[in-house]
């Protein structure tokens, strides 16, 4: 198992975000963790990659517990993320973003970069050079490189999140809304990369809205509402519960 | 592959360039109120270029960097007039000192944020500035205030003229504009940068948020003590108002009156904050006045800075079209 | 012995308690730290007693005028300066609150000049020792005041459409923009408030600490720091911060030499911010969405 997440549960002042849940994220496989609006989504993947602690429960990831960790630790264990309200880096071009999504790869301190010593000329390079691979990964013409990341349109800037996750080839990633705001086209190039992704050994965490993706991508699915598990099984499975029919009822009406 | 390295190279260039005018400016320059008018400048561009560092590029905006330079003046100051260390020594622990303590108070300091930052750092200012007034026995206080009777020395040279001091602090000044240069075009830099934007993403790239913070703390710290180890020597003779809570407002205000993204923003706020008062002279009791005017004016009107509203306008001028 | 320190030290606590307040409502309607705080009370002190020493004035008349002038003076400045600045950013407008500050105290040295006046208390005769506390008279008014201030202004928030939609404006722009509540006027009124505020704790400490154009900054600083202990955002809180600041720092005044006196406050705010930066009221979140 890579991820096994039990009996997570999170508090704030009184509402309870998230309530003992429990799922596993199988290696090398997409798990897509679905459900309405407000379901506890985001908390989710904000405790897995260590931005907030649990109240209550256990992450455990290739063996080892992630709850207590910080989310710079967190990182450095092989788990990149991306954000559903996109948090591109301000003032820095699109290389420069990807190459500080790199920064695990790197070792050099203040003092050696003060002094520009060779270590850190190598390492310049060395992320320059993971940072133009995961660019072109992810389908991010060259001409935009030195482009400063937030002026570019929104679907280029998620591939460029997506890059910035990738970079440190990480083992685990924790996608949120990829998908939202992007054109079908752009949906079907990030399903395709996904898929690509998944091929590598990549596993991957999705939370999605866009039901079509998920159902095509997902190995597993894990539906929740109000902060617990409705159900978890193939798409196949999820798809004919009643239980989650009533979930997403008025979800479906307005979205059809 | 060499793009990215151009910026650097550019940097570079212009570090050049600034080494080629300063040496120009003290070959041609006699004047001494001129030559002190600069040597000020230069003094406090220093402690500018840190908190540059540190406001600019990692957000923290820290009103307490007259403490610090406080600190290097006193930590130079002492140990080469009472325990006899060489002049070169005591600035190096100039240097040290306030990057150790800066080090220690940003621990626990830079775990709070934004708004709560600012108040801890002037209140931390505050009260070291309190201390320097108050042990009279250590610092002499305000009055009669610490007298300095070696001058600033490299071995066997002695560089207690002006124009001594002048070339010292140039190159200091060029030291520090290389280290931080060397800085932002890192790794660290780059993290530091992200700070500002979004520190859940920076974390999730796996940067230590507090380390870092903490560390250019420490650095801007250092730079400030270098800052206070250069004012001690010139000035020989000095007080405990010198280091007061109005020093970290001017130091703010160049760095925005400078820019807020740049370095070299902070030799140009230095320029601006040090030459206007001196050129406003003649207005003595409106000076103040017209100081806070042109800076709020500029605050409202120009918030990236002076620098990179000049910069901007001759770009625009240069290319034409909108340079962006 | 005891007590008298304790009066005294209410005595100053009801001033930083105005300034703390004022803070308050600046920050509570606009999320902004207004760093010319201290100037207003400077102000309120110069400008009182440059009309009575110099005009002649009795201080009953010089110290509502000069109010209401740093009160238009406070307004001004939020409608001319921080409004119309390009960058609407806390951290830019508070950068920008310094600048002015600094305007403030510049238009003061040049109009009054840098002596220290101490202009008369507003009332004369004596008060006879309490319980063997000696309070100056303008003390007493002291006192008095900022009782009746302080209640004035609970009611007007508690009960009155004005206190309402600033405090509506100050949780939620959209909705009360909504409701027809301009948050541009509330902020102006905010920053009005918190110019009679400093103004009337400066007219009413003048005569006991004397008015100088520099007086701004401590002001400001004890007065950052007792809504930082109250918790900021918190009125209650202010208040309260202001009256304990004021007594701790008499205590030590009282056993210390008194140069290390405003090291108290300063002291106390950094504790406080490092063990709990809520204050003792608590008081909202300080990430303003």
Request: proline share 4%.
């Given at each position: 198992m890579s991820l096994s997440v039990q009996g997570l549960t999170k508090r704030f002042d009184g509402l309870?975000?998230?309530?003992?849940l429990s799922f596993e994220a199988p290696k090398g496989k997409v798990t897509a963790l679905i459900g309405p609006n407000g379901a506890g989504k985001t908390t989710i993947l904000s405790m897995i990659s260590g931005l907030m602690a649990p109240s209550h429960g256990s992450i455990v990831y290739e063996g080892g517990?992630?709850?207590?960790?910080?989310g710079h630790q967190i990182a450095q264990r092989g788990i990149a993320r991306t954000y559903q309200n996109l948090q591109m880096f301000e003032d820095m071009s699109v290389l420069e973003a990807v190459m500080t999504g790199a920064h695990v790869l790197g070792r050099s301190g203040p003092i050696s970069a003060m002094l520009r010593l060779p270590v850190v000329r190598r390492e310049e390079h060395v992320l320059e050079a993971a940072a133009r691979t995961a660019l072109q990964r992810v389908h991010v013409?060259?001409?935009?490189?030195?482009?400063?990341?937030?002026?570019?349109p929104y679907g280029l800037q998620r591939r460029v999140e997506i890059a910035r996750a990738l970079v440190a080839a990480p083992r685990l990633l924790l996608l949120d809304?990829?998908?939202?705001?992007?054109?079908p086209t752009e949906t079907e190039e990030l399903t395709h990369l996904i898929a690509g992704l998944r091929s590598e050994g990549l596993t991957v965490l999705l939370v999605e809205h866009d039901m079509e993706m998920v159902m095509n991508l997902s190995d597993s699915v894990v539906v929740m509402n109000f902060g617990k598990l409705i159900c978890a099984g193939t798409p196949s499975e999820v798809q004919s519960n009643p239980l989650v029919i009533e979930a997403y009822l008025g979800e479906e009406e307005a979205d059809a | 592959m060499s793009e990215l390295s151009k910026a650097y190279r550019h940097n570079l260039r212009g570090l050049a360039a600034a080494s080629i005018i300063l040496a120009l400016i003290g070959a041609s320059t006699s004047n001494s109120f001129y030559l002190t008018t600069i040597i000020f400048a230069l003094i406090e561009a220093i402690s500018a270029i840190g908190l540059t560092l540190l406001f600019?590029?990692?957000?923290l905006a820290s009103l307490g960097q007259a403490a610090f330079v406080g600190l290097g003046a006193y930590t130079a100051a002492l140990l080469v007039e009472?325990?006899?260390?060489p002049p070169i020594a005591g600035m190096a622990l100039a240097i040290l000192v306030p990057t150790a303590v800066g080090w220690i108070i940003g621990r626990p300091l830079l775990r709070l944020s934004g708004l709560y930052l600012t108040m801890a750092s002037l209140a931390l200012g505050v009260v070291l500035s309190l201390v320097f007034s108050q042990a009279i026995s250590l610092t002499?206080?305000?009055?009669p205030g610490f007298m300095l009777n070696h001058a600033f020395s490299l071995g066997h040279w002695t560089l207690d003229s002006t124009k001594d001091m002048y070339w010292v602090c140039s190159v200091c000044v060029v030291l520090t504009l290389y280290l931080a240069i060397n800085l932002i075009h890192s790794r660290f830099g780059r993290g530091l940068r992200a700070l500002q934007s979004s520190e859940a993403a920076a974390e999730g790239s796996g940067i230590a948020t507090v380390r870092f913070k903490t560390a250019i703390f420490a650095i801007a710290a250092g730079m400030a003590g270098l800052s206070g180890a250069l004012y001690a020597f010139f000035m020989r003779s000095f007080n405990?108002?010198?280091?007061?809570f109005s020093l970290s407002i001017e130091l703010l205000i160049i760095v925005m009156v400078g820019s807020?993204?740049?370095?070299w923003g902070a030799l140009f706020g230095a320029a601006v904050v040090t030459i206007l008062p001196a050129a406003l002279e003649n207005f003595s009791d409106y000076k103040l006045f017209i100081y806070g005017v042109v800076m709020v004016l500029i605050m409202m009107f120009l918030p990236d800075g002076l620098f990179h509203g000049a910069v901007q306008g001759v770009s625009r001028l240069l290319a034409g079209k909108d340079a962006k | 012995m005891a007590a008298q320190i304790f009066v005294s030290g209410l005595l100053i606590g009801c001033v930083y308690a105005l300034v703390a307040w004022g803070f308050t409502i600046v920050y509570n309607a606009?999320?902004?730290?207004?760093?010319?705080a201290g100037e207003f009370v400077m102000m309120g002190s110069v400008i009182s007693a440059a009309l009575s020493i110099?005009?002649?004035?009795?201080a009953l008349i010089a110290a509502p005028v000069s109010i209401c002038a740093v009160t238009a003076i406070a307004a001004l400045m939020d409608w001319g300066c921080l409004q119309r600045a390009k960058r609407q950013t806390p951290l830019a407008l508070g950068m920008l609150t310094i600048g002015i500050g600094i305007v403030l105290r510049g238009a003061m040295l040049f109009s009054f000049g840098k002596d220290f006046q101490f202009p008369p208390a507003f009332s004369d005769g004596e008060i006879p020792a309490i319980l063997g506390v000696n309070i100056p008279t303008q003390g007493a008014w002291v006192f008095g005041t900022v009782f009746i201030a302080a209640i004035l202004l609970w009611q007007l928030f508690a009960r009155s459409w004005l206190g309402w939609s600033m405090r509506a404006a100050g949780e939620s722009r959209r909705a009360a923009v909504l409701m027809g509540i301009s948050p541009r006027n509330v902020s102006t009124t905010a920053f009005a408030m918190a110019g009679a505020m400093g103004a009337l704790a400066g007219a009413l400490i003048a005569p006991l600490a004397s008015a100088n154009y520099t007086s701004g900054l401590f002001f400001g600083l004890k007065g950052f720091s007792a809504a930082i202990l109250g918790g900021i955002g918190s009125p209650l809180g202010a208040v309260a911060g202001g009256l304990i600041l004021g007594v701790l720092e008499n205590i030590a005044a009282g056993y210390m030499?008194?140069?290390?006196?405003?090291a108290i406050a300063l002291g106390i705010l950094i504790l406080v911010l490092l063990i709990k930066p809520t204050g003792i009221f608590g008081g909202r979140s300080v990430k303003r969405v």
């Open positions: 309870t975000a998230v309530d003992g517990a992630l709850t207590g960790l910080s013409p060259q001409s935009l490189y030195l482009r400063e990341a937030v002026s570019l809304e990829p998908a939202a705001g992007l054109n | 600019g590029f990692a957000g009472r325990c006899a260390f002499g206080g305000l009055d405990a108002t010198a280091f007061d807020l993204r740049s370095v | 606009t999320g902004l730290i207004n760093f010319a110099k005009l002649g004035w009795p030499s008194s140069g290390w006196k405003d």
